[in-house]
C-alpha cells in the first residue's frame, strides 16, 4: 500500500525510482569525497565511513531520502560537482529543512551546470519512519511524495 507525503518544492521536478534511505544526516563532503578527488564518472561510492547505512552504497542518480545534511562548506560544491560529471543525486528528500549549503549546492547545480537535482524538504518524521531501503519511490513537481 502506497502513501503520500507533501513536503516543501526546493527545486521542482518529477522522478521515479528506488529509495535510499539513511535516518542520519547526510554528510555531503564525506559521501562524495573519493568521486570529488577521483573525477569517478561511472559511479558514486559513499566514502562516509560514519554512516553506516550508506557507506558503499552507489549514490549515483539515487534517490535519497535523509534527514537533512551536513559536512562542511563544501558540502554544496560537492553536490554541484557530482551532478556535473553525472553521478549526482537524482532526487534530495528530506524529513527536515535543507540546510544552506546544500540549497546552494542544488542552486548551483540548476543555474550554473543545468543539472537539476530535484529537492523536496519538510516531509517530517513520519516520511523516514515509513521509507525503507529499496522502496518505489515517486517525486511530483508539487512535492509530493509517494512511497510504495
Known sequence: ??????????????????????????NTS???????????TDSAPCSDVSNKELVG??????????TTTVGSTTGGMALMGMADIGVGPGALLFSQ???????????????WKDKPIITVDMLGDEF?????????ISVHEDGSVVVG
Open 1 to 26: 500500500m502506497s502513501k503520500t507525503f507533501k513536503g516543501r518544492v526546493v527545486l521542482p521536478g518529477k522522478v521515479t525510482g528506488k529509495a535510499t534511505v539513511s535516518r542520519q544526516a547526510f
Open 30 to 40: 564525506a559521501s562524495y569525497f573519493q568521486n570529488m578527488f577521483a573525477g569517478k
Open 57 to 66: 552504497k552507489d549514490l549515483a542518480n539515487a534517490i535519497l531520502c535523509t
Open 97 to 111: 529543512p535543507i540546510d544552506t549549503l546544500a540549497a546552494a549546492g542544488v542552486v548551483m547545480a540548476d543555474i
Open 128 to 136: 523516514l519512519e515509513t521509507v525503507q531501503m529499496g522502496d518505489p
